[in-house]
């Protein structure tokens, strides 16, 4: 059975982010929701990485979130979330932004997914959203910023988690 791809997105972005990415997106999200992303693709040429979801788990992601997406579930995402943000200002070592990183990551996504997709979510959800967004968005490029990223590849692609890189 042939795998089909869909091109989500390109940007500038080190090994160790991807890593993070890649770690938030599939085994995070999974503790989460119970489904995440193990086959999505991460092609990097010259440290501009672009991302490749598995067409198949995008639409069991979106099913699973559309059942699950209330109220409630937004709430507590939404409280998970502060206080992974709170922490933001503790960490200094490579580990704790690794950790703390993948951990926010699912909630990232699903904020991505209700503001490219508003008709799953409530007003309430919507009017929320906005908020956190406008009061968050920077913290996972501080974050980032502050990992000591050296000597890692311009040119790779990860795939299931596993790192193949192209001599550059």
């Known amino acids: 059975m042939t795998k089909s791809y ?3 997105v390109t940007r500038i972005m080190s090994l160790f982010d991807v890593k993070t990415w890649h770690t938030g997106q599939s085994e995070r999200l999974r503790e989460l929701m119970g489904v995440g992303f193990f086959n999505h693709m991460f ?3 010259n440290v501009v990485v672009t ?3 598995d067409d198949n788990e995008r639409e069991v992601f979106h099913k699973k979130l559309r059942e699950i997406l209330t109220e409630e579930f937004f709430n507590r995402l939404c409280e998970d ?5 709170e922490e ?6 490579n580990e704790e932004i690794f950790e703390l990183s993948s951990k ?3 909630a990232l996504m699903i904020f991505d997914e209700i503001s490219n997709y508003p008709e799953i979510a409530s007003e309430d959800i919507l009017r929320r ?6 009061s968050t968005e920077h913290v996972s490029y ?3 910023k502050k990992a000591n990223i050296i000597n890692q590849p311009k040119n790779f692609i990860l795939y299931h988690g596993e790192v193949f890189v192209k001599n550059d």
């Open 6 to 8: 869909t091109k989500d």
């Open 43 to 45: 092609v990097s040429k």
């Open 51 to 53: 991302l490749y979801y």
């Open 81 to 85: 979330f502060a206080l992974l943000i």
């Open 88 to 93: 933001a200002n503790k960490v200094s070592s």
């Open 104 to 106: 926010m990551m699912p």
């Open 129 to 134: 959203l906005e908020r956190i967004r406008k």
């Open 142 to 144: 501080v974050l980032s």
